[in-house]
């Protein structure tokens, strides 16, 4: 029984430590192993970038599943928002009823399905809103999506030199 207990807090010491080791990795941008954000609120900072991703990805996502992230960049009125999305593919349905991700800013709201990849997708300013909606009607899924988002200082903005 205490081997065990030990062998589960090794476990949990070990998975503690590469998550760590992932978070520092994540700003080389060509680590294979990607840090992405829970549903939820987030917060990030001018020239860094976040990834999201369906869940189970490059595996299917399930169905009857919704998560929303919200992000902003510090400070909202001077910075955008890319996407990058190398990869996307949802069930595609007309008016996307069935699953969905819905893209909103301060200016628009956007819908979108199938392999409508919203890759080069730039907000107005340094906020948005992505709901990520599959539906449970039909047993239809697919491999889902992964976008990388990026926070980049309006033009003609004061931007601090950077030390480093
Ligand atoms: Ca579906």
Same mark, same amino acid.
Request: glycine share 8%; aromatic share 8%.
């Given at each position: ?6 062998s ?16 520092w ?11 992405t ?8 900072? =001018?020239?860094?970038?976040v990834?999201?991703?369906?869940? *189970?990805?490059?595996?299917? +996502?399930?169905?009857? +599943? ?5 992000? +902003?960049?510090?400070?909202?009125? *001077?910075?955008?928002?890319?996407m990058?999305? =190398?990869?996307?593919?949802?069930? &595609? ?22 392999? &409508? *990849? ?20 039909? &047993?239809?899924?697919a491999k ?8 980049? =200082?309006? =033009? ?9």
């Amino acid at each position: 029984m205490e081997v065990g207990k030990l062998s589960v807090l090794l476990l949990f010491v070990i998975g503690v430590g590469s998550l760590e080791m992932r978070t520092w990795g994540s700003g080389s941008g060509s680590s294979s192993s990607v840090v992405t954000l829970d549903c939820g609120i987030h917060a990030m900072t =001018p020239n860094t970038r976040v990834t999201i991703q369906t869940p *189970n990805y490059p595996n299917d +996502y399930d169905e009857s +599943y919704r998560c929303q992230w919200e992000i +902003y960049c510090n400070s909202v009125e *001077n910075t955008t928002l890319t996407m990058s999305c =190398p990869d996307f593919e949802l069930e &595609d349905s007309a008016n996307c009823n069935a699953d969905r991700l819905i893209i909103k800013d301060h200016d628009s709201r956007d819908v979108i399905c199938g392999d &409508d *990849n919203p890759d080069g997708t730039t907000t107005v300013d340094g906020w948005m809103r992505l709901t990520f909606w599959s539906n449970i009607v039909q &047993d239809t899924t697919a491999k889902g999506f992964r976008c990388h988002i990026w926070c980049h =200082p309006k =033009p003609g903005t004061i931007n601090l030199p950077c030390i480093c």
